[in-house]
């Protein structure tokens, strides 16, 4: 399994970016796919995650910002990102699996930056 993420960038306070994680290889195992970031000297942290049926949760931090959604015949999970903010600043990384937490992940995705200038 491959998971390939691109979309990320420098954006000032309050623009948008699209995150994108095109899955390849046995995807057909795919329950659910998420997307995590890590800030410097912060702890991972799920940001949102869907499931194979669309069901989908977020952080607190970001509930009514970033959207996430799928496409299961392009293997492809998007993170729409809006009114960004310096906090957000972070390595995204895709993942499959991940509904709970880190222990649920079965692959991590090689991660993109996100940086959110004030």
């Known amino acids: 399994v491959q998971l390939q993420a691109s979309g990320g960038g420098l954006v000032q306070a309050g623009g948008s970016l699209r995150l994108s994680c095109a899955a390849s290889?046995?995807?057909?195992?795919?329950?659910?796919m998420a997307w995590y970031r890590q800030a410097p000297g912060k702890q991972r942290e799920l940001v949102a995650a869907?499931?194979?049926?669309?069901?989908?949760k977020y952080a607190d931090s970001v509930k009514g910002r970033f959207t996430i959604s799928g496409d299961n015949a392009k293997n492809t999970v998007y993170l729409q990102m809006n009114n960004l903010k310096p906090e957000d600043t972070a390595i995204y990384y895709c993942?499959?699996?991940?509904?709970?937490?880190?222990?649920?992940?079965?692959?991590w995705g090689q991660g993109t930056l996100v940086t959110v200038s004030s």
């Open positions: 290889g046995s995807t057909f195992s795919f329950n659910a």
């Open positions: 993942t499959s699996g991940g509904w709970g937490d880190l222990h649920s992940v079965d692959y």
């Open positions: 869907i499931t194979l049926g669309g069901t989908t």
